[in-house]
């Protein structure tokens, strides 16, 4: 799997991120063999075989099974815009099933009250990107979220900040969780809540970690391991607020792969809060770079855009 690990320094506010890059067999998955009609979706029962469905039917076959849940996660690449424009996809889809809300992992914590100014009118979207300080705290091509953001905007469509601060992120990575005091622990988790326990989710990580030499600087891997959980439980907390506070809306996350898949990172962090929760996770893809979906519950294979 190839990785990019971001660290943002002073000029960038420093918040470490891993995410994909680049679109290669992931997580140790071999590509399969697809045509451009085909698809495969993981069945929903367990133990039972993956199952085969041809296109355009697999797309809508996938928003069938996922429109009831609660919690919808459309695990992206960060920079591919075919991406977001499947997610914007299935959110106008969904939205015309129920009430729904967008939960953003580009946006941190402290700034919502940007995000409902944004959405209130208040503010305009020049505004919205500068006074969330978008471009040093994320820093991707607004132009990949812009649209999703207008049409919740449009049509009243609230959108929730899951995002730890940057700089909490980055003093995790550096000095570790313990570091932490003062208005620092603000938009976290309490401490004991932060669960570092799955093994396996740190024997992927490690691997990852000493994969990339360390990242290429002096992080402790236990600091990195627990700055990327801090990272997952913030999120965490955010949509089992969302789903306590509305219990009539269904909750639309949109984050990174690394997040998401095998329910190492959000969703189970997620139903360790709301145990009944039902979730869906699908990862977004195209025919040609589609892999066996074994790290999520389904695949959704994203339009081919024309290239410039």
């Known amino acids: 799997m190839l990785l990019r690990f971001l660290l943002w320094g002073s000029t960038l506010s420093a918040a470490l991120l891993i995410t994909p890059l680049l679109r290669t067999p992931l997580w140790g998955i071999g590509v399969t063999g697809l045509s451009g009609s085909q698809m495969l979706v993981n069945s929903l029962d367990d133990g039972a075989a993956a199952q085969w469905v041809s296109q355009p039917e697999s797309n809508a076959a996938v928003l069938a099974a996922i429109a009831p849940s609660k919690v919808i996660y459309l695990a992206e690449t960060h920079n591919d815009l075919a991406d977001h424009v499947a997610q914007l996809e299935i959110i106008e889809a969904l939205a015309q099933k129920g009430e729904i809300t967008i939960g953003l992992e580009m946006f941190q914590r402290p700034f919502q009250p940007v995000l409902d100014a944004y959405l209130s009118g208040d503010i305009t979207e020049v505004e919205l990107i500068a006074q969330s300080e978008y471009e040093t705290r994320w820093g991707f091509d607004w132009d990949l979220y812009a649209p999703i953001v207008r049409y919740a905007k449009a049509n009243q469509i609230p959108l929730v900040a899951l995002n730890t ?119 977004l893809v195209s025919v040609a770079e589609a892999a066996e979906p074994s790290t999520t519950d389904f695949i959704w294979i994203t339009p081919e855009l024309a290239q410039e």
Request: avoid cysteine; aromatic fraction near 8%; hydrophobic fraction near 40%.
């Open 165 to 283: 601060p940057a700089e909490v992120t980055r003093k995790v990575a550096r000095e570790g969780l313990q570091s932490l005091s003062g208005d620092e622990l603000t938009y976290i988790p309490p401490i004991p809540e932060i669960d570092t326990t799955n093994e396996d989710y740190r024997a992927w990580l490690k691997a990852v970690f000493g994969a990339h030499g360390g990242m290429g600087h002096s992080l402790d891997f236990e600091n990195f391991f627990a700055a990327q959980v801090l990272w997952d439980e913030t999120m965490a907390e955010q949509i089992a607020q969302q789903l306590r506070l509305h219990e009539d809306r269904q909750v639309i996350v949109l984050a990174g792969e690394g997040h998401i898949v095998n329910d190492y990172g959000i969703p189970s962090r997620v139903a360790r809060r709301v145990p009944e929760v039902e979730q869906r996770s699908v990862r």
